[in-house]
């Protein structure tokens, strides 16, 4: 009997109507803002109205969303990897198409039982336990389905390898030597690390396995929190200015909580972070890691994790 996989992901706007809708959908989630239902389709409203055009200027700056198409090709991969004994499809949290609509499109074809990958290395309250939700909602409604969801994945040998490799090729390109390795993640609120969220303790011991296999001095920082609130740390601009009064000056950033380029990577710390290290810090040499599209290794983890499930 053919068995699905489906790859879920945040998803990404292509368009200012589609940026304002997937706000509204990310800000109704209840692992984004932590609120009863009734305020948090209000803040939802509000936000998604407010921020949507300052936003949409920052994807123009970097030429789109390239989250959504990263996926697909990543999904097209998986599935000529692991042939016709599996249908492999994608979806995502807050853009189309959404898990349910992905769940009846394996129904339609009579797939019942699937492998939900997050494309999240570490998990956090904030992403695997929200597409876990997101998927329940489906199931308590239509037993059909029997569909496991694959845990964090960050200690896989193929996923260290993917991140060894993509290194040591950005290192041996750009002639680095001797570079300071700053792994940076997406930071959360505090809140769900005291609630139980073991994503700090996923990002820190994902930096020393990979860090590890490379030899290098390393750092761990997170980037991209809020104003509003406390989010963990150490930011990773706090950490860097550090850094600078160190002496640290050459510096290789890598996005590790993340498996595809995106509005974080691309602007947060390209058009942000880097520059502020260059003319605010003075930092001389810093560059950061691409993350390819479809990458064979990464790709390969995948598949190794339903062949094994």
């Known amino acids: 009997m053919l068995k699905g996989v489906m790859l879920v992901n945040m998803g990404g706007p292509e368009s200012p109507e589609e940026l304002k809708t997937f706000l509204s959908r990310m800000f109704k989630d209840p692992a984004i803002l932590p609120y009863r239902k009734p305020v948090r389709h209000l803040l939802s409203f509000i936000i998604s109205r407010s921020r949507y055009k300052k936003s949409w200027k920052k994807y123009e700056l970097i030429g789109g969303t390239p989250l959504v198409q990263s996926t697909i090709k990543t999904s097209r991969a998986l599935q000529a990897v692991l042939g016709t004994s599996f249908a492999v499809k994608y979806a995502f949290s807050y853009s189309s198409p959404d898990i349910s609509n992905t769940l009846h499109d394996f129904k339609k074809e009579g797939i019942s039982e699937i492998l939900a990958i997050p494309l999240y290395p570490q998990s956090s309250f904030t992403t695997t336990s929200s597409v876990k939700a997101d998927i329940k909602k489906v199931t308590d409604k239509d037993p059909f389905f ?3 969801v694959q845990e964090e994945f960050y200690t896989h040998p193929d996923f260290v390898a993917f991140w060894t490799f993509n290194i040591k090729k950005h290192i041996k390109e ?11 993640a997406h930071s959360i609120p505090e809140y769900y690390v005291l609630k139980g969220d073991t994503y700090p303790t996923g990002i820190i011991n994902s930096a020393a396995l990979i860090a590890e296999k490379l030899g290098y001095n390393y750092e761990a ?14 930011d990773v601009r706090e950490h860097m200015k550090t850094m600078a009064e160190e002496g640290i000056d050459n510096l290789v950033l890598i996005p590790i909580s993340f498996v595809h380029e995106n509005l974080e990577t691309r602007y947060d710390l390209d058009h942000e972070l880097i520059p502020y290290a260059k003319d605010i810090l003075g930092i001389k040499n810093i560059s950061r890691v691409k993350l390819p599209e479809a990458d064979l290794l990464f790709v390969g983890m995948l598949a190794d994790l339903v062949l094994k499930s």
């Open 221 to 234: 920082a997170f980037q991209s929190g809020m104003k509003r609130g406390t989010w963990i740390g150490p």
């Open 146 to 148: 029997k569909i496991a």
């Open 174 to 184: 750009l002639g680095i030597d001797n570079p300071t390795l700053v792994f940076s």
